[in-house]
T-cell receptor, first 111, second 110 residues
Framework: RKEVEQDPGPFNVPEGATVAFNCTYS??????FFWYRQDCRKEPKLLMS???SGNEDGRFTAQLNRASQYISLLIRDSKLSDSATYLC????????????FGTGTKLQVIP | NAGVTQTPKFQVLKTGQSMTLQCAQD?????MYWYRQDPGMGLRLIYY???????DKGEVPNGYNVSRLNKREFSLRLESAAPSQTSVYFC?????????FGQGTRLTVV
């Protein structure tokens, strides 16, 4: 089983829709969680960190469910510009704290 | 405000040629990474370095070698390039928190 797993999609949604992605992680000792955005032919860039209490940044909401070992990303009122691949990332506690990425979920927002 | 710098940005190699991809970060990060990304696929870890002088194999290390020269620099070497190594290569670094990426190197092996 992979350490971090995501549904690759693609998720095709109309403009204005709400869409949610999940990301599961296998190691219960994971301590830090992130969502990245990657545009076509570009490097991944940090979208937001995921805190235990959940956090919101405009139309984006990230949540952590430790009991079920997954994080989620909710995008409300989707824009065409949200079309991208969304990658989750996890850091295990202790040691050198290596960042492990999921393979990403592709989102296509349709006019 | 350089962050993670990769060179070159583009490269075309002939099968069997060798080359080194360079990566440097100026954020005093301990951990550095090399990934490859193929069309329609996610990031695949080639090698990871937790600190200067240490390296670990990732998911797809075959055909590659790395060198963590110092805290700033982490290079990736292809000793004998093969068409299967045509890909986009990303270097990244981190320190107990999120990772930061370079802009990538687009490598084509013909």
């Amino acid at each position: 089983r992979k350490e971090v797993e995501q549904d690759p999609g693609p998720f095709n949604v109309p403009e204005g829709a709400t869409v949610a992605f999940n990301c599961t992680y296998s190691n219960s000792a994971s301590q830090s969680f992130f969502w990245y955005r990657q545009d076509c032919r570009k490097e991944p860039k940090l979208l937001m960190s995921v805190y235990s209490s959940g956090n919101e940044d405009g139309r984006f909401t990230a949540q952590l469910n430790r009991a079920s070992q997954y994080i989620s990303l909710l995008i409300r009122d989707s824009k065409l510009s949200d079309s991208a691949t969304y990658l989750c990332a996890v850091i295990l506690s202790g040691g050198y704290q290596k960042v492990t990425f999921g393979t990403g979920t592709k989102l296509q927002v349709i006019p | 405000n350089a962050g993670v710098t990769q060179t070159p940005k583009f490269q075309v190699l002939k099968t069997g040629q060798s080359m080194t991809l360079q990566c440097a970060q100026d954020m005093n990060h301990n951990s550095m990474y090399w990934y490859r990304q193929d069309p329609g696929m996610g990031l695949r870890l080639i090698y990871y370095s937790a600190s200067e002088g240490t390296t670990d194999k990732g998911e797809v290390p075959n055909g590659y070698n790395v060198s963590r020269l110092n805290k700033r620099e982490f290079s990736l070497r292809l000793e004998s390039a093969a068409p299967s190594q045509t890909s986009v290569y990303f270097c990244a670094s981190s320190k107990n928190t999120e990772a930061f990426f370079g802009q990538g190197t687009r490598l084509t092996v013909v």
